[in-house]
């Protein structure tokens, strides 16, 4: 994936602007006004991607690049290709980058780009080690920190598209910098409030409520807008809140996310229902065919849920991580890595276009590719998700066949699991401290384990029974008790402890809140946190008809060979239908697909 994206970038001269801007290359702008953003986003998948698995020719080729970004960037610290390569004029560029620095911030995209630098900066400083990078976003976050805020003479600028403010905060944890995190503060406090600014130009008329602008954040109660901005911002606020609690940020975050999730999300874990505005739509208003659901939406609610779980402790948090992962995300890539969804449906007929250039199936790239550099950020940083610590608590959130080490009150935690999750639900982790400790190792149980679908009444399953979990420490069984979604088990742990868990994984008929006018009278397939569809290349060409009683059952079979390793799942009965997991759908051209189906 990250070659191919290097490769694309190339192909469209969006690395090209760099070196132009940079006078290292004569040449015009390529492009858009984003698309430095691009880029960076790769570069930071990249960074993870040496981070798991060390490769010098990309390190190499990386520091190539960085040579360019420092080039392009102007002296102080202003870093935005479009304006440097044609200067600060309203002549024949693209006019929404606007007629000076920070003009136009809602058309620019001038905050998302250096945001996406932040990220990347951090990533390869801390994949690598090397500052080069790090030197540059710095610089760049310095020449905000001094024209951006509050004080007299400098400019009050709201970001157009949400991204600065989580990379703000990232930066600040590695740099220490106050000002940083102050001037992430400072953008999301001046959302919503038109009254203490000059500059926020909106020629495109989409309305403040498109940029969560409509009120002060504090006073939002509901997720509207842009679901990429507003995730993006949403994500920011419970960042912030990891660092210094307020009760009105938490009030209103918490608040936005039971909106987001109790009466807005696909049971994808999909988020951004309308194609308009690429936005939230009115709570239960989750239509199918016409669904829009961004890749790249799906991953800020990857991102944000993260943080709520960061700043909480809660397990729902990941329970909808957990779906969006292995649903909403990773549908909007192809197994092979190289095609994407920008758009990504619930239902198709083959033919139909889904939109922003994606035709009726993946696409390897788009015109205007955030989703495609998003999954390649995105994917290779997942290792960062699976634990998590807090003091001497040492959390497990996702299960994934991995060896890693962590430190758990700074004793160095060696941690595997063995697992074939997500088609098993047998996990077997071992514990090896460095020293002897006594700690709580709290491992989350998913809500689906449970008989529960997603947190809130959105979608349910039709049988709420679960048999119960089973749970061995060093081959002895223990008794497995909840609290707050999670196992929490505090002994003393000594290096070689296994900790066993079966959790069954029957398929489970999944119903919607009758609110959701277009799954009324339907029925979805679900087998632990995988969602299935039907596609018509398993099913005679057709998928759309095929329909299933409440009584259903079904055999789930492994295929070690099929669409990259996958279980499917096959109906009992005469005109037996195919079933397969709706990630990895359209891996074999256009053609039907459907996972909510009419019953029988
Ligand atoms: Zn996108």
């Keep these: 994936m990250v070659p191919h994206a290097f490769h694309e970038c190339e192909e469209t001269g969006r690395i090209d602007n760099f070196a132009v801007a940079g006078g290292l290359k004569k040449g015009v702008f390529k492009g858009t006004r ?77 905050l998302y780009i250096a945001g996406h630098l932040y990220e990347a900066a951090v990533a390869h400083y801390q994949a690598t080690g090397k500052k080069n990078l790090l030197d540059i976003a710095t610089k760049n976050a310095d020449h905000l920190v001094k024209t951006i805020g509050p004080k007299p003479g400098q400019m009050i600028v709201v970001p157009g598209h949400q991204e600065i403010e989580l990379a ?68 920011a606020v419970a960042d912030m809140l990891t660092i210094e609690d307020d ?135 997942l290792p960062g ?69 997603i947190p809130g009444d959105l979608y349910t399953y039709q049988d709420k029974q679960s048999k119960p979990i089973v749970l061995t420490i060093n081959g002895k069984k223990t008794p497995a008790i909840l609290e707050n979604g999670y196992l929490k088990l505090t002994r003393l742990w000594k290096a070689g402890d296994e900790v066993t868990l079966a959790l069954d994984m029957p398929v489970r008929k999944v119903i919607s809140n009758e609110n959701i006018k277009t799954n009324q009278g339907k029925i979805a397939l679900e087998r632990g946190p995988v969602l299935y569809c039907a596609e018509g290349k398993d099913n005679q060409g057709k998928a759309l008809s095929i329909t299933m009683s409440p009584e259903q059952s079904f055999t789930s079979e492994y295929q070690k060979d099929f669409l990259g390793g996958l279980t499917v799942l096959k109906s009992n009965d005469a005109k037996a239908s195919v079933l397969i997991p709706y990630y990895a759908w359209a891996n074999r051209g256009a053609n039907e697909m459907v996972i909510w189906f009419n019953k029988k």
């Design 247 to 381: 009760p009105q940020y938490s009030n209103a975050i918490r608040n936005i996310w039971n909106d987001a999730t109790f009466k807005k999300q696909y049971v994808t874990g999909g988020v951004g229902a309308r194609e308009d505005g690429e936005a939230f739509d009115a709570a239960y208003v989750l239509p199918n065919e016409n669904a829009y659901a961004e890749t790249c939406s799906a991953i800020a609610n990857l991102i944000w849920n993260h943080k709520m779980f960061l700043y909480t402790g809660e397990s729902k948090y990941m329970d909808v991580f957990e779906r969006t992962l292995y649903n909403g995300f990773l549908g909007g890539m192809s197994v092979s890595g190289n095609q994407f969804f920008y758009v990504n449906p619930m239902a198709s007929n083959g033919v139909n276009d889904f939109g922003q250039g994606t035709g009726a199936t993946r696409q390897k790239w788009f015109g205007c590719a955030c989703c495609p550099t998003n999954v390649t950020r995105f994917l290779p940083s």
């Design 34 to 110: 984003f698309d430095d953003s691009d880029v960076f986003k790769v570069v930071e998948g990249a960074a993870y991607t040496l981070q798991n698995n060390y490769n010098p020719k990309l390190d190499h080729y990386l520091d190539s690049l960085i040579v360019l970004f420092a080039a392009a960037q102007e002296p102080d610290g202003y870093l935005y290709t479009i304006r440097t390569i044609n200067k600060d004029t309203t002549g024949s560029y693209d006019w929404i980058a606007g007629p000076t620095r920070y003009s136009f911030e809602n058309g620019s995209h001038e």
């Design 168 to 235: 703000l905060v990232r930066l600040y944890r590695v740099t220490n910098k106050k000002e940083y995190l102050d001037l992430a503060h400072f953008f999301v406090d001046m959302r919503g409030r038109s009254d203490k600014r000059t500059l926020f130009l909106d020629e495109h008329k989409l309305g403040p409520s498109y940029f969560q602008d409509q009120v002060p954040v504090v006073r939002q109660k509901e997720a509207v807008g842009h679901a990429v901005r507003a995730q993006y911002l949403y994500a």
């Design 385 to 453: 998700y699976v634990y998590a610590t807090k003091a001497n608590e040492l959390f497990v959130n996702l299960f994934m066949d991995s060896e890693s080490e962590l430190r758990v009150n700074n004793n160095p935690v060696k941690i595997n699991q063995k697992t074939n999750y997500p088609w098993d639900g047998t996990i077997k982790i071992t514990l090896s401290p460095a020293k002897a400790a006594t700690f709580p190792l709290s491992i989350r149980i998913p809500g689906w384990a449970n008989g529960q679908a």
